[in-house]
């Protein structure tokens, strides 16, 4: 080949590497998902219920929290029951934040520290920024879920909007059976997202510090990991927030923190992290 030639080759102008680029490994600890069994969900409700007992005047503060948003709630579906799904949301997004103050009571105990009112009310304070992602993402989506559940009642619902005195005749009316549907529909789609996405974020962003995106792929890979006990895991929420909504909503006043501290064992069932022996007989002890 003469040198002309080789000028225009453009394979002989391309760089050759001696060794092909390897990565570096990730920092830090990584997180491995649990093996899970039907029976887990139960067993995070009776670890829950233990921390519940063991702190009985933290949690009265935080019930009486939860049950003062059922109030709002409540009024809103007499009043303005559009806006109830949007309302729901809301909840969605403000309880698990405000449930971090559970999960600091249960990691302490975990750690065999002792809980109390001041650290349980501030521990937010030092995990903001590691916090503002997940609320900014949560935001848009109850944003999107109020605007939705909007279009559903203007769309889809057939006899005008209800009254304050036969919401509930209003809304169950066999011609408002589509409506029904759709809206049900349209609800569980975000509550799905919701709850998959913080499921164990918040827990992990609070015992790790992590960023919202690792916190939220952990959640999401736990929910991908094990959707059928997941489920099982979601089921037992709902059901149990709706039996506590009657009479009254007095019973929120004690499931909201149950469910709190349980949740916080929702998410030390389900993560496992890479750590030294100390952590790995902390971890070990918690399950």
Wanted: proline content about 7%; hydrophobic content about 50%; aromatic content about 10%.
């Amino acid at each position: 080949m003469t040198a002309a030639n080789q000028s225009h080759d453009p394979d002989a102008e391309l760089p050759t590497m001696a060794a092909p680029y390897v990565p570096p490994p990730p920092e830090g600890p990584r997180s491995h998902m649990r093996p899970l069994g039907w029976a887990d969900p139960f067993r995070w409700l009776a670890r829950g219920l233990l921390d519940l007992r063991q702190h009985p005047g933290i949690a009265l503060l935080y019930g009486l929290c939860f049950w003062g948003m059922a109030q709002v709630l409540g009024l809103v579906f007499k009043h303005k029951p559009e806006y109830t799904l949007s309302l729901v949301s809301g909840c969605l997004l403000v309880g698990p934040f405000l449930a971090m103050g559970l999960y600091e009571v249960s990691r302490k105990r975990e750690r065999g520290e002792l809980p109390d009112m001041a650290t349980s009310l501030m521990c937010w304070d030092q995990h903001i920024r590691s916090m503002a992602m997940l609320v900014l993402v949560l935001m848009v989506l109850e944003l999107l879920w109020g605007r939705a559940s909007l279009v559903v009642f203007a769309v889809f619902f057939n006899t005008g909007m209800p009254s304050t005195t036969g919401v509930i005749e209003a809304v169950f009316n066999p011609q408002n059976l589509e409506f029904i549907l759709v809206y049900l529909a349209v609800g569980g789609v975000f509550a799905a997202l919701v709850y998959g996405l913080s499921v164990v974020s918040i827990p992990m962003i609070l015992d790790r510090d992590t960023d919202a995106i690792s916190a939220v792929l952990t959640s999401m890979r736990v929910v991908f990991s094990h959707p059928g006990v997941m489920l099982l895991w979601g089921l037992l929420l709902s059901v149990l927030v709706l039996a506590a909504l009657w009479p009254w909503a007095l019973g929120i006043i004690v499931v909201g923190p149950w469910l709190g501290h349980a949740s916080w064992h929702a998410y030390r069932g389900s993560v496992e992290w890479e750590e030294g022996p100390q952590e790995a007989v902390t971890l070990g002890s918690s399950n």
